[in-house]
């Protein structure tokens, strides 16, 4: 089934479940960012340490989470992909889109880049 064969209700329904997965990646990679603020504060690492670890979050899960989400991935993988990470649950799946997931594995992940 091709994307632009979705009907608008289940296209909807994708856009807003890679919207939760997003949010969901990212708050849940930010958490690390938050322990480090937390280590500054507390006077454990230095300015520089926490400066570094914030660059080095922006250029490696940061930009991985934001390239997933926005490099015209098909939604219905990156939904299925969610899913099987646990990022959102099987119950906040509209019935609708359960037909579009049928069949559907995520990419292999170990897959060399193109």
Do not use: C
Not at 74 to 93: C, N, S
């Amino acid at each position: 089934m091709q994307q632009y064969e979705l009907l608008k209700a289940v296209k909807r329904a994708m856009r807003l479940l890679v919207g939760l997965a997003h949010e969901a990646e990212l708050s849940r990679a930010l958490e690390q960012v938050y322990g480090d603020f937390q280590e500054w504060k507390s006077g454990r690492i230095d300015s520089f340490e926490l400066t570094d670890r914030i660059r080095k979050f922006h250029n490696e899960p940061n930009r991985d989470i934001y390239l997933r989400f926005t490099s015209g991935l098909d939604p219905r993988f990156l939904v299925q992909h969610a899913l099987e990470e646990g990022t959102i649950e099987k119950g906040a799946v509209p019935k609708e889109v359960w037909p579009s997931l049928e069949g559907l594995s995520t990419p292999n992940r170990s897959s060399p880049k193109r």
